[in-house]
């Protein structure tokens, strides 16, 4: 079981999350310096073409060159199963126990349920590198994931889920962009969104304009109880608009057919697909709403089944060096982790995060807390009633 004082305590903290800016995050960490530098291909030679190594990885995060380039430099081959969605990788490795894969990537959100699933290992702290990280990063993984005195994730690349649109189709301002902004009378039928997304937003927005009494949303995690009374009326909502709702997308390939072939104009998504698209020259943009964009933290685990530890911490090594972490942010449209690799990223990449976040966007962003599984396991049943209604 989760603790709930624990809970109630990153609660709090969250609330008080106003500093966590990406100003803050790259130039701060910068300047508070970090160890000699590493060539990104630096591996020891015990590992220098020997081994293999098995990923369970988010399907648009590791972008080319990123593993060609690792496989190259160490002789380590690299096989990756991906998914697009937390529970598609809690069910892989819930039913093998584990075993299978080196390393898997959770979202710093799901902390509680992988310690209840008891899938992972703990990191040898003392194989890791994470003088290279942003100690705001850092602190996120340490904060949520460390248990038993132990460090069970690190980080990997950050981003958001805000609002993105089709710039032919429709006219969007920052200062009047909304979560409920998807349900004007002009967008019926031209939305998309995940189901349990659209319930959050539908909640900050309710809650910034007085509908719904929530603290931002937080008291949804407070316990059972809050939680069904806020999500019923969020559901009502919800059901009373599906009219508004073109597809229910579940990864970021079908985020982009959405935009560029299904009829949708506007939506909810995570920011590195429509920013992606947006970099290809395409007509499609993103921005953070008024109430905030949702930030998330996706990060590495190693698994109880770990069979290629060694090469895991290579691997680690590698993606946390600044070359590699640019190469992340530059090819999926997310943030790096590691120190200096702002500096490294395209013009196009770091114009398009000041066009996401402008003006006090920064300063806005709502952190996803800690999940308990019993609020994973009724918010699916919730966004499973909305999907089917």
Same mark, same amino acid.
């Given at each position: 079981?989760?603790?709930?004082?624990?809970?109630?305590?990153?609660?709090?903290?969250?609330?008080?999350?106003?500093?966590?800016?990406?100003?803050?995050?790259?130039?701060?960490?910068?300047?508070?310096?970090?160890?000699?530098?590493?060539?990104?291909?630096?591996?020891?030679?015990?590992?220098?073409?020997?081994?293999?190594?098995?990923?369970?990885?988010?399907?648009?995060?590791?972008?080319?060159?990123?593993?060609?380039?690792?496989?190259?430099?160490?002789?380590?081959?690299?096989?990756?199963?991906?998914?697009?969605?937390?529970?598609?990788?809690?069910?892989?490795?819930?039913?093998?126990?584990?075993?299978?894969?080196?390393?898997?990537?959770?979202?710093? @959100?799901?902390?509680?349920?992988?310690?209840?699933?008891?899938?992972?290992?703990?990191?040898?702290?003392?194989?890791?590198?994470? @003088?290279?990280?942003?100690?705001?990063?850092?602190?996120?993984?340490?904060?949520?994931?460390?248990? @038993?005195?132990?460090?069970?994730?690190?980080?990997?690349?950050?981003?958001?889920?805000?609002?993105?649109?089709?710039?032919?189709?429709?006219?969007?301002?920052?200062?009047?962009?909304?979560?409920?902004?998807?349900?004007?009378?002009?967008?019926?039928?031209?939305?998309?969104?995940?189901?349990?997304?659209?319930?959050?937003?539908?909640?900050?927005?309710?809650?910034?304009?007085?509908?719904?009494?929530?603290?931002?949303?937080?008291?949804?995690?407070?316990?059972?109880?809050?939680?069904?009374?806020i999500y019923d009326k969020l559901l009502k909502f919800a059901i009373e608009h599906k009219a508004w709702i073109k597809q229910f997308w579940d990864s970021a390939d079908n985020t982009k057919s959405g935009l560029l072939e299904n009829g949708v104009v506007i939506g909810q998504t995570w920011d590195g697909p429509p920013l992606g698209l947006k970099k290809?020259?395409?007509?499609?943009?993103?921005?953070?709403?008024?109430?905030?964009?949702?930030?998330?933290? @996706?990060?590495?685990?190693?698994?109880?089944?770990?069979?290629?530890?060694?090469?895991?911490?290579?691997?680690?090594?590698?993606?946390?060096?600044?070359?590699?972490?640019?190469?992340?942010?530059?090819?999926?449209?997310?943030?790096?982790?590691?120190?200096?690799?702002?500096?490294?990223?395209?013009?196009?990449?770091?114009?398009?995060?000041?066009?996401?976040?402008?003006?006090?966007?920064?300063?806005r962003l709502w952190q996803r807390p800690l999940e308990p599984s019993w609020f994973a396991e009724l918010r699916t049943q919730y966004a499973e009633k909305f999907k089917a209604a």
């Open positions: 079981m989760v603790d709930k004082k624990k809970l109630n305590s990153t609660v709090a903290t969250l609330e008080a999350a106003g500093s966590f800016t990406r100003r803050v995050l790259l130039k701060g960490a910068v300047a508070a310096g970090a160890a000699a530098a590493v060539g990104p291909w630096y591996v020891s030679n015990a590992l220098s073409s020997s081994g293999e190594l098995s990923l369970l990885n988010w399907d648009d995060e590791l972008p080319d060159p990123v593993i060609p380039d690792f496989e190259k430099a160490t002789g380590i081959k690299v096989k990756t199963t991906p998914f697009s969605q937390n529970e598609e990788q809690i069910n892989k490795l819930q039913a093998a126990g584990g075993d299978g894969f080196d390393l898997c990537q959770p979202t710093h @959100d799901r902390a509680p349920q992988f310690k209840d699933l008891a899938v992972l290992q703990p990191f040898d702290e003392k194989k890791l590198t994470l @003088d290279s990280v942003l100690p705001s990063m850092v602190k996120i993984s340490d904060g949520f994931w460390r248990w @038993d005195g132990k460090l069970y994730h690190v980080p990997h690349t950050w981003g958001s889920e805000a609002i993105s649109w089709r710039t032919d189709l429709t006219k969007i301002e920052y200062k009047t962009l909304s979560y409920g902004s998807l349900w004007k009378d002009e967008y019926k039928g031209k939305v998309q969104g995940r189901p349990h997304s659209l319930l959050l937003g539908i909640g900050l927005w309710m809650d910034a304009t007085g509908q719904l009494k929530s603290n931002r949303m937080l008291d949804a995690y407070k316990d059972e109880a809050s939680m069904k009374a290809a020259g395409k007509p499609v943009s993103y921005m953070a709403p008024q109430e905030g964009a949702i930030t998330w933290l @996706d990060g590495w685990a190693m698994s109880k089944g770990a069979k290629n530890v060694e090469q895991a911490y290579a691997w680690l090594k590698y993606v946390h060096s600044k070359e590699a972490s640019a190469k992340v942010a530059d090819g999926s449209g997310y943030n790096p982790v590691a120190k200096g690799a702002d500096e490294l990223l395209s013009p196009a990449a770091k114009k398009n995060f000041q066009e996401a976040y402008p003006e006090d966007a920064l300063s």
